[in-house]
């Protein structure tokens, strides 16, 4: 498999000490890859820098064979590298359907020059982004609460909400920070499904921070061990699970397993 995301010698610090030091991975395209590590760690910062909402101080990112480190995280978003986000305090008072209506960039409606002069277009265009709402909400399993106002979902409604947001561009890679954080067990079953889908019949690569073993252990081949700021450690979870120097970056010395 070829990579679709580089990492390559990455440094950031904030002024004080070094959080991302001679940071080098890959993610191979199609892969649902996890990020694990002890907290402060640099795996936020990491994504971050990857997404585009933070310079590094010096290294290079490459998306899909092309450096990235000029491009903004909106740019990014074009190309198709994005990162799922809480849904902003503005969507809260929009229905979950309209949520995702919101998200396909440079809609013609909202130049006012298109209202006037082309309004058929703007038209079709809200009627296309209107049908693949609907489809992506069927998929998502929210059809029975399209209508409800995305603040009143559920927390793990939100996520799959989240994700359905990503559907409604052309995705090639997502990043999912702590995605499975304060979602029920059953709902987390639906999430962790959709992401499985996603990836088998959408061809989506994920890049997946968490902190719950059991999604990483369920979802992701391969795992990477972030440690200070660089990778420890790259492997299966097994492999993962039974390496002493992972062990004892988190727990600390003459820890065991059992
Ligand atoms: N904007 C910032 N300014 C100063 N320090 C920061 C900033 N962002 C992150 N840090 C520091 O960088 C370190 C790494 O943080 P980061 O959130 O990337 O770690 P993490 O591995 O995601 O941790 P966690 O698992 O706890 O979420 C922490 O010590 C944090 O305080």
């Given amino acids: 498999m070829s990579s679709i995301i580089e990492v390559s010698h990455v440094y950031k610090a904030f002024g004080g000490p070094t959080i991302i030091n001679d940071c080098s991975l890959s993610v191979a395209e199609g892969s ?16 971050n820098i990857i997404a585009g909402n933070l310079a590094p101080d010096s290294g290079q990112v490459h998306f899909d064979g092309e450096e990235i480190s000029s491009l903004s995280a909106d740019q990014r978003f074009h190309r198709g590298l994005l990162r799922t986000f809480q849904i902003a305090h503005e969507f809260t008072h929009l229905t979950a359907l309209e949520n995702l209506m919101m998200v396909p960039p440079n809609q013609p409606g909202e130049n006012l020059f298109h209202t006037w002069l082309k309004p058929g277009l703007v038209q079709a265009r809200e009627q296309k982004v209107r049908a693949r709402a609907l489809e992506v909400i069927d998929f998502i399993g929210l059809d029975h609460v399209r209508n409800e106002l995305a ?3 559920s927390g793990g409604q939100k996520k799959l909400l989240e994700l359905g947001r990503t559907m409604m561009t052309d995705a090639r890679v997502v990043l999912l920070d702590e995605i499975a954080a304060g979602v ?19 061809g989506y690569t994920f890049l997946v921070i968490e902190h719950d073993m059991d999604m990483i252990a369920r979802l992701c081949d391969p795992v990477i061990v972030l ?11 097994d492999e993962i699970r039974n390496n002493p120097d992972v062990i004892e970056a988190y727990f600390g010395a003459g820890a065991t397993t059992d």
């Fill in 151 to 153: 603040g009143n979902l």
């Fill in 32 to 47: 649902i890859t996890g990020l694990i590590g002890p907290n402060g760690a640099g795996k936020s910062t990491l994504f």
């Fill in 227 to 237: 440690t200070q700021g660089s990778v420890m450690v790259e492997g299966s979870i």
């Fill in 184 to 202: 029920n067990r059953t709902l987390l079953v639906d999430l962790v499904r959709n992401i499985e889908r996603l990836n088998r019949e959408h």
